[in-house]
């Protein structure tokens, strides 16, 4: 507990001695009284007579107190203005030699051995960027061929799933009779992503068919069970317009149309 009071202490009094007020008024203080300050250390005589000439001759309110605090007061409050203009002038030259300098350097001009140096490094830089352009190349294709393999195969398996699909005894696939369109069409809905649908402006584009006829057998197929509604979705045209995916009738033709062309 003392400890802690003595080290509290000698902080305290370690912030109030370091202040600038303080500093400037105990200056201010040995300028006013050195004299009284050479006698009583240099004088031989004893303490009793130290003090009756102290008293005597330097006792003085105006030169012990009120002179030192009013010159330290003074001097703490115009230090750092005096301090001010010197350190302005400091750093108005310094800043002035640094724009000089970067002004001779970009004035000077290059050596042989330094252009060929600074257009190898260039080169260099050239030939790096074109090896990280031509690997991201590559490996957007390698990625486009993986995508379109996938695609392929996922076409593949939903093939497969629709034929290992039971049959429904109230929808038998081989008494269904589809027109050649909307045998396309339905086809068409295959090999779709998860969450993605087919609307009628892309069928008619991707089988070159006429768009009424598609949008036609798109309502047919889905009053039969072939296809189903699944969501509005904007078309390239920024209309909102219906979008279909495969029903489990559907599913379950294709199984068996393909089935036939597999025994054929």
């Known amino acids: 507990m003392f400890k802690e009071l003595s080290t509290s202490i ?18 201010s203080w040995f ?17 009793e007579t130290k003090l009756q000439v102290f008293t005597e001759q330097y006792s003085n309110l105006n030169t012990n107190i009120i002179y030192p605090v009013i010159a330290g007061s003074l001097i703490a409050l115009l ?5 001010y203009i010197p350190f302005w002038v400091w750093e108005k030259v310094q800043h002035a ?6 002004s001779l350097s970009m004035k000077q001009q290059l050596s042989v ?10 080169l260099d830089k ?21 995508i ?5 195969e996922n076409a593949e398996l ?50 070159n068919l006429d768009l009424d006829k598609v949008s036609i057998a798109l309502k047919q197929l889905e009053s039969q069970n072939f296809i189903k509604y699944n969501a509005m979705v904007e078309d390239d045209d920024g209309k909102d317009v219906p979008g279909y995916i495969l029903d489990e009738l559907g599913r379950k033709y294709l199984g068996y149309k393909k089935g036939q062309l597999a025994n054929k």
């Open 148 to 152: 379109t393999t996938l695609t392929e």
């Open 126 to 146: 050239d030939k790096q960027i074109r090896k990280i352009v031509s690997e991201n190349q590559d490996a957007t294709n390698q990625l486009k061929d993986i």
């Open 158 to 207: 939903y093939h497969k799933l629709s034929e290992l699909t039971p049959p429904d005894p109230k929808a038998d696939p081989s008494k269904i009779q589809l027109t050649d369109t909307e045998y396309q069409i339905l086809n068409a809905h295959t090999g779709l992503k998860d969450g993605h649908v087919q609307i009628a402006a892309d069928i008619a584009s991707t089988l």
């Open 31 to 47: 300028y006013f009284n050195w004299q009284s300050i050479l006698y009583m250390v240099l004088s031989d005589g004893k303490i």
């Open 113 to 122: 051995e330094q252009s060929l140096l600074l257009r190898q490094e260039i």
């Open 97 to 102: 030699q640094r724009a000089l300098k970067q």
């Open 79 to 83: 230090y750092p203005l005096v301090a």
């Open 10 to 27: 000698k902080a305290n009094l370690y912030e109030r001695i370091s202040s600038p007020l303080i500093g400037s008024i105990a200056i």
